[in-house]
């Protein structure tokens, strides 16, 4: 009887544990709040759109109310003088300005009390579209908008040249490849970041390599990863960066290595890090597809 | 049960189940990191725990010694891990293989895999099997991570990364559950070692403890110093009948009377508990 009971209570005892220790919940949880997350942020966006397709009927309404007025200034418009991306308010306003001996005064009246109202709707319209636009640029983004690591940088190389964050903005996008130096498969891809730093050169991006080793400029870890990069033939840069900074906090909550994250311009982390050597194929292309869209959106905003 | 009060070692026995689940909390101490999806770094992470039980663990005290020891033998830097096997030599002389029967945490998810109520199979026919272990702790732990190496001398632990359930169980699984970047990772591997996690873990509930029987490398090598170590089991000659209870009950298949320190015994005190005369004890250091 007594060992049953002992029994028992283990077992209720390990049950209760490995519930806690699987992490299943846990991790559901989180993935739960982050498809929530991402679920509110569509939710918003949708609302807005929402609002905007309602405005824009209010407009239609206006127009449909005074058809006659309105249809004869249309008739005005030169196709050619059309201008979207102005205030459309003020476009109408002009076109009924330059034909204005062409309306009765009530036609005159209805078409000014229109305009004033268009005016109105069109504020908030323009409101709701930089609230929209604005979402999308962060969305898809790691909200390091404010709070890159990378956007404060500072380090030596391994021939003890001082850099900063103008490291960046050099060039269009910058492959930050985190390693250590008694990491296999992280010294399995030097030769292939070595190929791929020379590729990018032309394309406008650089390769740099931050050994966790050599964190505070520690001399021997230097000399040490400086003597395998040599014999893996990579001549890219290599950082020792500060343990304390930003970059060097970033660098240690990193869980797997070798972890390849690419920084645009302005040192902003763009997609999602990428676990793991890129001499797998897989992880070449994606991180090739991930480099050509942040030097397209670099151009772009050239 | 019975009235007749039990010696500390029937005590110790009879608490071993408790024993266990203290060890194992104790050996993953950093119970929040499983929902940060993070691993504890800290200074203790130098120092190697007595079980087997994932470095990579979310929660984890310590390193494990059989992937310290795999580390330091395929790291360029050196040839051999003093230190750990300095650490297996203490752990065995002292304690030996007491350590998978009270302290694994392994050891104790597959005891209580064993309790899920179903037909058990006897593992007496499949002694054989017993040697693998020995082949693994050679072949997978010491030889090829040394000499499978790159061009610089580094090789892969190659226990970890293509046997290893207790990795898959508390590393890959609790890590990428909790950190999307790593679950976007998983790759082939990782279905391999969810497949031996699963073989195993049918297996643990037909038969009792079949990866520390047949597997474990860390078993193989504290069974080395069963006949050595301080802490054993004594049967008192004076009291035994004879019955031949203890090697009944025994789930490990040792013939206990005749060899109360093969390297088989995990000294988990089912004999102690068994025994109708109290003629077996733990002993430590002859006392």
């Given at each position: 009887?007594?060992?049953?009971?002992?029994?028992?209570?283990?077992?209720?005892?390990c049950?209760a544990?490995l519930?806690?220790?699987?992490?299943a919940?846990?991790?559901?949880?989180?993935?739960?709040?982050?498809?929530s997350?991402?679920?509110?942020g569509?939710?918003?966006?949708?609302?807005?759109?929402?609002?905007?397709?309602?405005l824009?009927?209010?407009e239609?309404?206006i127009?449909?109310?005074?058809?006659a007025?309105?249809?004869?200034?249309?008739?005005?418009?030169?196709?050619?003088?059309a201008?979207?991306?102005?205030?459309y308010?003020?476009?109408?306003?002009?076109?009924?300005?330059a034909?204005?001996?062409?309306?009765?005064e009530?036609?005159?009246?209805?078409?000014t009390?229109?305009?004033?109202?268009?005016?109105k709707?069109?504020?908030q319209?323009?409101?709701?579209?930089?609230g929209?636009?604005a979402a999308?640029?962060?969305?898809?983004?790691?909200?390091?908008?404010?709070?890159s690591p990378?956007?404060?940088?500072?380090?030596?190389?391994?021939?003890?040249?001082s850099?900063?964050?103008?490291l960046f903005?050099?060039?269009a996008?910058?492959?930050?490849?985190?390693?250590?130096?008694?990491?296999?498969?992280?010294v399995?891809?030097?030769s292939?970041?070595?190929e791929?730093?020379?590729t990018?050169k032309a394309?406008?991006?650089?390769?740099?390599?931050?050994?966790?080793?050599?964190f505070d400029?520690?001399?021997?870890?230097?000399?040490?990863?400086?003597?395998?990069?040599?014999?893996?033939?990579a001549?890219?840069r290599?950082?020792?960066?500060?343990?304390?900074?930003?970059?060097?906090k970033?660098?240690?909550?990193?869980?797997?290595?070798?972890t390849?994250?690419l920084?645009?311009?302005n040192?902003?982390?763009?997609?999602e890090?990428?676990?793991?050597?890129?001499d797998?194929?897989?992880?070449?292309?994606s991180?090739?597809?991930?480099i050509?869209?942040v030097?397209?959106?670099?151009?772009?905003?050239? | 049960?019975?009235?007749?009060?039990k010696?500390?070692?029937?005590?110790t026995?009879?608490?071993?189940?408790?024993?266990?689940a203290?060890?194992t909390?104790?050996?993953?101490?950093?119970?929040?990191?499983?929902?940060?999806?993070?691993?504890?770094?800290?200074?203790?992470?130098?120092?190697?725990?007595?079980?087997?039980?994932?470095?990579?663990?979310?929660?984890?005290?310590?390193?494990?010694p059989?992937?310290?020891?795999?580390a330091?033998?395929?790291?360029?830097r050196?040839?051999?891990?003093?230190?750990?096997?300095?650490?297996?030599?203490?752990?065995?002389?002292?304690?030996?293989?007491?350590i998978?029967?009270?302290?694994?945490p392994?050891?104790?998810?597959q005891d209580?895999?064993?309790?899920?109520?179903?037909?058990k199979?006897?593992?007496?026919?499949?002694?054989?099997?017993?040697?693998?272990?020995?082949?693994?702790?050679?072949?997978?732990?010491?030889?090829?991570?040394?000499?499978?190496?790159?061009s610089?001398?580094?090789?892969?632990?190659?226990?970890c990364?293509?046997?290893?359930?207790?990795?898959?169980?508390?590393?890959?699984?609790p890590?990428?559950?909790?950190?999307?970047?790593?679950?976007s990772a998983?790759?082939?591997?990782?279905t391999?070692?969810?497949?031996?996690?699963?073989?195993?873990v049918?297996?643990?509930i037909?038969?009792?403890?079949?990866?520390c029987?047949?597997?474990?490398?860390l078993?193989?090598?504290?069974?080395l110093f069963?006949?050595?170590?301080l802490?054993?089991?004594?049967?008192e000659?004076?009291?035994?009948?004879?019955?031949?209870?203890?090697?009944?009950?025994?789930?490990?298949d040792?013939?206990?009377?005749?060899?109360?320190?093969?390297?088989?015994?995990?000294?988990?005190?089912?004999?102690?508990?068994?025994?109708?005369?109290?003629?077996?004890?733990?002993?430590?250091?002859?006392?």
């Amino acid at each position: 009887m007594k060992t049953n009971k002992k029994f028992l209570t283990i077992l209720t005892l390990c049950i209760a544990l490995l519930l806690t220790a699987c992490g299943a919940t846990d991790a559901a949880g989180t993935d739960k709040t982050n498809e929530s997350l991402t679920e509110t942020g569509t939710v918003s966006t949708d609302s807005s759109n929402t609002a905007l397709n309602d405005l824009y009927q209010q407009e239609n309404q206006i127009f449909a109310d005074h058809e006659a007025v309105w249809n004869k200034l249309f008739g005005m418009m030169s196709k050619s003088n059309a201008d979207p991306s102005g205030n459309y308010a003020d476009y109408l306003a002009d076109t009924a300005e330059a034909n204005k001996d062409s309306f009765t005064e009530d036609e005159w009246k209805t078409l000014t009390d229109d305009m004033e109202t268009i005016r109105k709707i069109e504020e908030q319209i323009a409101g709701l579209e930089q609230g929209t636009t604005a979402a999308d640029n962060t969305a898809p983004g790691n909200n390091s908008e404010a709070d890159s690591p990378f956007r404060n940088f500072s380090g030596q190389d391994f021939d003890g040249n001082s850099v900063d964050e103008s490291l960046f903005s050099a060039n269009a996008v910058t492959v930050v490849n985190f390693w250590f130096t008694g990491c296999k498969p992280c010294v399995a891809e030097l030769s292939m970041l070595d190929e791929l730093n020379n590729t990018l050169k032309a394309m406008g991006g650089e390769v740099i390599g931050i050994n966790t080793e050599t964190f505070d400029g520690n001399e021997i870890a230097m000399k040490e990863a400086a003597a395998v990069l040599e014999s893996q033939g990579a001549q890219y840069r290599n950082l020792s960066i500060d343990s304390a900074s930003d970059a060097g906090k970033y660098a240690s909550d990193i869980m797997a290595f070798p972890t390849t994250i690419l920084v645009d311009r302005n040192g902003n982390i763009v997609g999602e890090p990428i676990l793991g050597g890129i001499d797998n194929q897989d992880n070449y292309d994606s991180l090739m597809q991930q480099i050509q869209s942040v030097i397209d959106a670099d151009s772009a905003n050239q | 049960m019975d009235k007749r009060k039990k010696s500390l070692s029937g005590q110790t026995a009879g608490m071993r189940g408790w024993i266990q689940a203290a060890a194992t909390l104790l050996t993953n101490i950093h119970i929040p990191n499983f929902f940060k999806g993070k691993i504890y770094q800290g200074n203790a992470k130098t120092v190697c725990v007595p079980g087997l039980n994932c470095y990579s663990c979310p929660a984890a005290t310590g390193a494990c010694p059989i992937g310290a020891f795999q580390a330091v033998i395929g790291s360029s830097r050196f040839k051999f891990s003093y230190y750990v096997t300095g650490f297996f030599i203490l752990l065995g002389v002292t304690l030996g293989r007491f350590i998978c029967g009270f302290l694994c945490p392994f050891g104790w998810f597959q005891d209580l895999l064993h309790k899920i109520p179903g037909k058990k199979f006897s593992t007496a026919r499949l002694k054989p099997l017993r040697y693998l272990k020995y082949m693994i702790l050679i072949v997978f732990v010491i030889l090829l991570p040394l000499l499978v190496t790159n061009s610089i001398g580094m090789g892969d632990p190659f226990f970890c990364k293509y046997i290893c359930p207790q990795g898959v169980l508390e590393g890959a699984i609790p890590l990428s559950l909790g950190n999307a970047a790593i679950r976007s990772a998983l790759g082939k591997l990782f279905t391999w070692k969810c497949f031996i996690l699963i073989t195993v873990v049918v297996l643990s509930i037909l038969f009792y403890r079949p990866f520390c029987k047949w597997i474990c490398p860390l078993g193989a090598i504290y069974s080395l110093f069963n006949k050595v170590s301080l802490l054993n089991i004594k049967v008192e000659d004076s009291k035994c009948i004879g019955c031949g209870q203890c090697s009944r009950v025994c789930k490990m298949d040792v013939d206990v009377c005749r060899h109360p320190d093969h390297p088989e015994c995990i000294r988990c005190g089912a004999c102690i508990k068994a025994c109708p005369k109290d003629a077996i004890h733990y002993r430590f250091m002859g006392k």
